[in-house]
């Protein structure tokens, strides 16, 4: 009896080590792996963080006034150009538009 | 377990049984043991790798953990923008045993970093050590041409920097740290432990400032001190609600990217840390305390016809009018003696009290270490009474005076001046410092004097502005300098609902031509607070007004030739 009880132990060792050998490598490589990403990651988040910081620096409010003065037909906006909207003239009706289009009315 | 063989020995039969027995019962016993110590074994193994999942991280991170935090966290605007941030600055070394040709390397570096010089670059390749500093804190792109020229015997070791985006534009607040990543003032000094903390790095902190506020400010004021010629200037902008500072600005200021260049002048905060007699703008602490005690109501008055001598002092007007003023004519014409008298009617200690609950004779509560502690009078006597009450024996900062002024005009309630954004659900409102009819008044009379008098320069199309100028001569060694003045207007818009304050003040302003020679805070310091306005109110959202629009507000007659009844 104590015969194929050895065997099967003996089996299931080998097995059991064979599976443990396996596993610990495939650990490994998963972890050179996480590694890797992981450089990349952090690399990337460097990466970021300069353009953050750059785009800081270029969206300088004092800098992009300079640009809008040089390259915008655009001034600052006043508080006159502001409006409420129960301060619009009356929409004008259909007969109106009319008389408009035709150039009659100024 | 003892033999009893004497004993066992009398019964017959049982001789050769008796040994088998007891060794199956030792057996028994032994065994049991083993499979109870299994069995704890088991369980414990059971409950260690299957129950008890929490107490040790399941999963575990070897390798993977590469630390991804900065060191030290961001400082970001209301909105976001970017303050300070820490990045990864290559340093650039070389080993010059290794290089095979110092000249040519020296050279190509010198291309590709132009501010090193070809001649010390070689000096320093020819030395026989094996490690030598180039440049310290490259940029990413300097860093690629090097690694570009593929010259060996080149490496770099990486540090953090912290960076400034923005620059001199919020250098006094933000403050700025040593090459250590310590901070060493303003934010960056206050929350270091906050910033360095390791769990908080991903955390930016969001600070109330608004760089759109804050350059207009800064810009604004920086043309008055070129105008002027003043020595320096400070400025804020103020949410009278919540005591958000959108704007704190002092000039001069400096690169905090690069402190180590910059004057101790250019490092002092003139908003905060700075200390002034502020003159005329306390008139509105001594109207409104007058006003809330009921010593004096706005049809009220004082005789202004002679100025007060007490003891070796004369409180003089600067503009005389020689009669008899009310209350507001006191306010808008900035009558030194009204205001001294009015003060003597409520008392020192009242005028004390009230001061002390507008936080005036306490250091701002604000989050920086740069804030001054002002000075008064100990004992506060009559004469202390009498100069406190247009702003001279008394010295407090900037964000102090536009604090508590912010106080008088929000509906009387106290707000501790922050430089953190708040939720506007967590605004709390503060402890009740003047009635809401002294608040209404004071917008009221605040109003009076930029349509009718000495802040008129402050008034912006559109946006009500209501303020009161302040201009004080400096103390010296050796009594008061004409020459010297502190010239400011603390500004409130719109006045029927007030949202913002700005206030602005030059120090050591010059008159030129376009202000006939004067130096004053109407003259000087209200333009400046005008313009911010004009242009800060539509960033703001701040609804405008149509100048036909009715001012409403409680009727306030002031008699006199330039102003006959107003309406407010």
Not at chain 2, 150 to 162: K, T, V
Not at chain 2, 197 to 208: E, F, K, N, T
Request: net charge neutral; aromatic share 6%.
């Amino acid at each position: 009896m104590t015969r194929p009880l050895n065997v099967i132990g003996l089996v299931l060792v080998i097995a059991a080590a064979a599976g443990l050998f396996q596993l610990k490598h495939e650990v490994q490589q998963l972890e050179a792996e996480l590694v890797a990403l992981d450089r990349v990651l952090v690399e990337e988040y460097e990466a970021l963080r300069v353009l953050q910081a750059e785009w800081s620096y270029l969206n300088r409010p004092e800098r992009l006034t300079r640009f809008a003065a040089a390259h915008l037909e655009l001034v600052p906006i006043t508080a006159s150009q502001i409006g409420r909207v129960h301060e619009l003239p009356e929409p004008l009706g259909a007969a109106a538009a009319v008389v408009l289009a035709s150039g009659d009315e100024s | 377990m003892t033999r009893r063989r004497p004993a066992s020995a009398a019964r017959p039969g049982s001789d050769d049984k008796l040994p088998i027995q007891v060794g199956r019962r030792r057996l028994l016993t032994v065994l049991g043991l083993f499979v109870f110590c299994f069995m704890i074994l088991s369980a414990r193994l059971v409950d260690l790798s299957l129950l008890r999942a929490g107490g040790e991280p399941s999963v575990t991170r070897a390798g993977g953990d590469t630390p991804r935090a900065t060191g030290r966290a961001d400082i970001v605007d209301r909105n976001g923008v970017l303050l300070a941030t820490t990045l990864r600055a290559p340093s650039l070394y070389a080993n010059p045993p290794v290089m095979l040709d110092v000249e040519e390397a020296a050279t190509r570096l010198a291309q590709v970093l132009p501010e090193l010089d070809r001649a010390a670059l070689v000096r320093k390749l020819a030395s026989e050590r094996s490690f030598v500093w180039l440049k310290r804190g490259l940029t990413p792109r300097q860093q690629y041409a090097v690694n570009r020229l593929g010259i060996p015997g080149l490496g770099f070791l990486d540090e953090r920097r912290r960076i400034y985006p923005q620059a001199a534009l919020t250098s006094h607040v933000v403050g700025f740290s040593d090459i250590d990543n310590g901070g060493l003032a303003g934010i960056e000094r206050r929350f270091h432990d906050m910033l360095s903390a390791p769990d908080q790095v991903d955390h930016p902190l969001v600070l109330s400032l608004d760089v759109r506020v804050q350059s207009v400010l800064r810009q604004e004021l920086s043309v008055a001190v070129e105008d002027f010629r003043a020595i320096g200037a400070a400025g804020v902008v103020l949410d009278v609600r919540t005591g958000e500072f959108l704007a704190m600005v002092s000039l001069p200021d400096f690169d905090p990217n690069r402190v180590a260049t910059t004057s101790t002048d250019a490092r002092f905060n003139r908003a905060s840390l700075g200390v002034y007699e502020m003159g005329s703008t306390f008139k509105t602490f001594t109207v409104a305390a007058a006003l809330d005690a009921g010593t004096v109501d706005l049809t009220g008055g004082y005789d202004a016809t002679n100025p007060i001598r007490v003891a070796r002092f004369t409180i003089d007007d600067d503009h005389p009018k020689k009669r008899w003023l009310s209350v507001p004519e006191i306010f808008i014409y900035s009558s030194n003696i009204g205001a001294a008298k009015m003060a003597l009617d409520l008392g020192g200690e009242r005028q004390k009290a009230f001061l002390k609950r507008l936080g005036l004779l306490s250091p701002s509560p604000v989050e920086i270490p740069e804030s001054g502690t002002p000075m008064w009078p100990q004992p506060w006597r009559d004469i202390s009474t009498m100069t406190i009450a247009f702003g001279h024996g008394i010295a407090v900062s900037p964000l102090q005076l536009a604090s508590a002024v912010a106080t008088l005009v929000n509906g009387g309630y106290a707000v501790p001046a922050t430089l953190m954004r708040r939720e506007a659900a967590s605004v709390v409102s503060g402890e009740q410092v003047v009635g809401r009819a002294t608040s209404d008044m004071m917008r009221a009379l605040l109003r009076l004097v930029v349509t009718g008098g000495t802040g008129r320069q402050a008034e912006s199309p559109g946006y009500q502005v209501g303020g009161k100028t302040g201009t004080a001569e400096k103390a010296s060694a050796r009594g008061y300098r004409r020459s010297a003045l502190i010239s400011s207007f603390v500004g409130v818009f719109p006045i029927n609902e007030p949202r913002y304050l700005v206030m602005a003040l030059l120090d050591e302003p010059k008159g030129n031509k376009s202000t006939h020679g004067f130096a004053g805070g109407g003259w000087t310091a209200a333009p400046v607070v005008g313009r911010v306005i004009a242009r800060i109110g539509p960033i703001l959202g701040v609804a405008p007004v149509n100048a036909g629009d009715a001012e409403p507000g409680p009727l306030v007659e002031v008699a006199g030739a330039e102003a006959n009844l107003a309406t407010f």
